[in-house]
């Protein structure tokens, strides 16, 4: 069969599905009633979602009435229904399209759409599309991305398609029709869209083709970071991703309307989207919400990453943009149990850390029939209080004036095959030591960064071993620290091009007082991952302690080292820097006899402070965040945390004394209030999973800048009053008790709301 036969056949098998439409009833449903309606798309309004993830067999099982009664009692606004990809639930006639196997001759996906339009829901149409079964293979060879060997790559049984081939070009667009054309949904959302992975080049020949006509040369032949035709061969990847996401809105608008979006599911962890292609920046920027595939928390990571996922995206994306995510109501761990429920502290923990960050509540089962029915009592009660104070929750600021500076130029380049090393472990140290210093920050992609101090106020940056920057993004963090920025900065943060080749020096280093020789281990990228990899018995070396400190070690008494397991090697100090901590090289462990310092003593920094103007500078040669999201010793989360308040002159918004671990973040909605999300993280389990209990923690005393309050202090779970006084310039607000999370919302000054 020809390519234009295909396309030709492909159009009659969408047309004839067109007697299936009916009319869109979810706008005006939501709208009933209301005194003023509400005008805006359904995508900037509908943030309560839920989804049954359907089945081959649920066609024959399913009970229609019974989760038309979950959607009511979980006060859903839209629901994400299983349509077509992998099996379709209508009686498709796209060729090679598959038909649930227990579907018959019914209309799944045509009777619940039915069924949520009556009930007054948005429909998102869920797509599983980037592989099929091996019919459709053995047809089409050729649509399907194979190896350098010819041998196509299968995943779960199934042949994962080529992005460049005919299956994304003709195909999907022509189930895509199908789906709009004949059920009018109010957009489509796809979970697996991004076709084969980093480890799966694909050598078919539209691949072949359609490299050489953007860069002129052949595909790589293997993975090679230092070939720039490999790294050519990265952005090209995501370059078609990007163009896969506007195609597919073409056509769902083409047959459904300006506002039936095409919403490709994206995934919290950056390092995930690298190696997936899916360029977080350029998709949070272009679309029109963010349907968040996140279901989880992972050990090293901690329940604080969902909060900080949500803050990272919206600073891309737009600070009123909803993120609605996905959260499973069934186990998922280091092994997962998609029947049995998942322990309810450690949903609703997750589910209110997301709710932090400005993260929407989207409930998820896996199969029509559950015979662990508890998992069906956990979201009621959240998304019920989710919806009584929503106005709280969406439109907003975060009220932070440190900045977590953020590249997935970086993961890629920098971090390569290593990136949780490299740059995930850093990352993770600097998050996990701010939420235990109650400091709250802002995760900012460094292209952002001026926009971002610009609405939000940032007065310090974090650069957590932010190694690849380009010269347009070292310029502008050169601005900040010029205009009266600070900036600490840890590792090889500016030593490499935004494509990974190493610089002369650092590109920031008269900033941070250093360079870096040409011997240097950092230079050498297998060394520096066997560095980053490893450990061993080494310190840093606090000046005595009857001899002048620097002020940003004054936690420190007793003590004159501190443990730090990293290695370290000579860089060259600038006179006016201010070496605070220095490095002490190994020592044996065994046997105890043979346990003391060769070299007590040296010139190698682990800490390097300075002041510039107005800005203060810390440089962290010693990799303290990357030790501290292995070893979680309170010593290196108290150096983190105590380089920002020197940097920030202890100048914080709100401050803290509560017993444990309590993540806090601090916001202003549009409409004129502070928002303070509380959220209780002292359990057995806080870093892994499940956790088991909650275990109420109190009494809090927050300590809020008196400038940002105007009027009572009053809470959102517990609604009981709160005493609060003013003492200095702060105001002062005790908190009995918290369970699982408290939200603290009070007036702001008119000042204060029209900075935003």
């Known amino acids: ?56 067999i649920d066609p024959g099982r399913i009970d229609i009435g019974f989760w038309r009664s979950h959607w009511k009692r979980t006060r859903v606004q839209g629901v994400v229904i299983n349509a077509g990809g992998i099996a379709a639930f209508y009686p498709t006639k796209v ?21 949520a339009r009556e009930d007054g829901l948005a429909v998102f149409a869920r797509m599983d599309s980037n592989r099929a079964h091996e019919d459709f293979y053995r047809a089409h060879p050729d649509w399907f991305a194979h190896d350098r060997d010819g041998k196509p790559y299968v995943v779960t049984g199934l042949y994962v398609a080529c992005v460049n081939g005919p299956y994304y070009r003709e195909f999907l667009p022509a189930v895509l029709e199908e789906i709009v054309t004949g059920y009018k949904p109010d957009g489509v959302t796809d979970n697996n869209w991004n076709g ?47 163009a896969i996401w506007d195609e597919f809105n073409l056509a769902t608008r083409r047959a459904g309307g300006k506002d ?60 009123n943009k909803l993120i609605p995510e996905s959260m499973a109501m069934y186990h998922l761990g280091e092994h ?40 069906f009592d956990t979201a009621e009660p959240l998304w019920r209080w989710y919806e009584q104070h929503e106005k709280y929750l969406v439109d907003r600021l975060p009220v932070a004036n440190v900045g977590l500076l953020w590249s997935q130029r970086n993961m890629d380049f920098f971090g390569r095959d290593d990136a949780s090393a490299l740059v995930d472990d850093p990352w993770n140290g600097w998050s996990q030591a701010l939420v235990r210093a109650r400091i709250g920050c802002v995760p900012v992609h460094v292209d952002d960064l001026e926009r971002v101090t610009r609405e939000i106020g940032l007065k310090l940056l974090i650069l957590p071993n932010l190694a690849a920057l380009s010269d347009p993004q070292v310029e502008s963090i050169r601005r900040f620290v010029a205009a009266g920025g600070s900036l600490i900065a840890t590792g090889m943060s500016s030593l490499c091009t935004e494509l ?7 590109a920031l280093g008269d900033l941070f007082g250093a360079n870096v020789p040409a011997s240097h281990a950092w230079r050498d990228p297998s060394r520096r991952t066997n560095q ?131 993540d806090c973040r601090l916001h202003r909605t549009l409409s004129g209030d502070g928002v303070l999300h509380l959220v209780n993280l002292n ?25 940002l309050v105007r009027g009572r202090v009053r809470a959102l779970v517990n609604d009981a009053p709160l005493k609060q006084r003013q003492s200095g310039s702060r105001l002062v607000v005790d908190v009995p008790r918290i369970a699982e999370h408290e939200v603290l919302v009070f007036p702001m000054p008119p000042d204060v709301v029209a900075a935003t």
Request: positive net charge.
């Open 260 to 319: 039936c979006v095409w919403v490709g599911m994206m995934s919290g962890s950056p390092n995930y989207q690298a190696r997936v292609f899916r360029d977080d920046r350029e998709v949070y920027r272009k679309t029109e919400l963010i349907m968040l595939d996140h279901q989880r928390r992972f050990d090293h990571e901690g329940f604080a990453h969902n909060a900080e996922t949500g803050l990272r995206l919206h600073a891309v994306g737009g600070w």
């Open 500 to 506: 990974g080749r190493v610089r002369p020096d650092l």
């Open 1 to 56: 069969m020809t390519d234009e036969s295909r396309r030709n056949f492909l159009k009659a098998s969408v047309a004839a599905g067109g007697a299936l439409a009916t009319p869109g009833l979810a706008a005006a449903a939501t709208q009933a009633g209301s005194p003023t309606p509400d005008r805006r798309p359904w995508h900037q309004r509908t943030c309560r979602w839920g989804q049954t993830n359907l089945t081959e």
């Open 336 to 375: 997962n149990f998609r029947l049995a429920t998942k322990p309810p502290a450690e949903a609703k923990l997750w589910a209110v850390s997301g709710f932090a960050g400005g993260i929407q509540p989207w409930w998820h089962h896996l199969g029509a029939v559950q015979e662990d029915r508890r998992m």
């Open 532 to 662: 980053a990899k490893g450990w061993s018995q080494t310190y840093l070396r606090l000046p005595r302690e009857n001899a002048a400190r620097h002020e940003v070690l004054r936690s420190f008494s007793g003590t004159d080292v501190l443990a730090f397991g990293g290695e370290l090697e000579p860089v060259a100090l600038r006179r006016e820097a201010d070496m605070a901590l220095s490095f002490v090289p190994a020592l044996p462990l065994s046997p105890p006899e043979d346990v003391w310092m060769r070299q007590p003593d040296t010139r190698i920094p682990g800490l390097v402070c300075r002041e510039i103007g107005g800005a203060r500078v810390a440089w962290l040669p010693a990799d303290i965040d990357r030790r501290f999201a292995r070893d979680q010793l309170p010593d290196h989360g108290d150096l983190l945390a105590q380089q920002v308040r020197w940097c920030l002159r202890d100048d914080l918004p709100f401050e803290l004394d509560a017993p444990g671990l309590i």
């Open 683 to 707: 359990n057995p389990n806080a870093w892994r999973t499940p956790v088991q209990e909650t275990v109420p923690t109190g009494p809090l005393r927050v300590r809020l800048k008196a400038a």
């Open 196 to 242: 084969p992975q980093r480890h799966q080049p694909c050598y078919c020949e539209n691949c072949a083709r359609s490299f050489r006509e953007r860069t002129g040369a052949a595909l790589p032949g293997k993975a090679d970071w230092d070939d720039p035709n490999y790294c050519a061969w990265i952005l090209w990847n995501y370059h078609r991703r990007l």
């Open 95 to 115: 060729p090679f399209h598959h038909r649930a196997s227990g579907l018959g001759n019914r209309d799944l996906f045509g009777e619940l759409t039915r069924a």
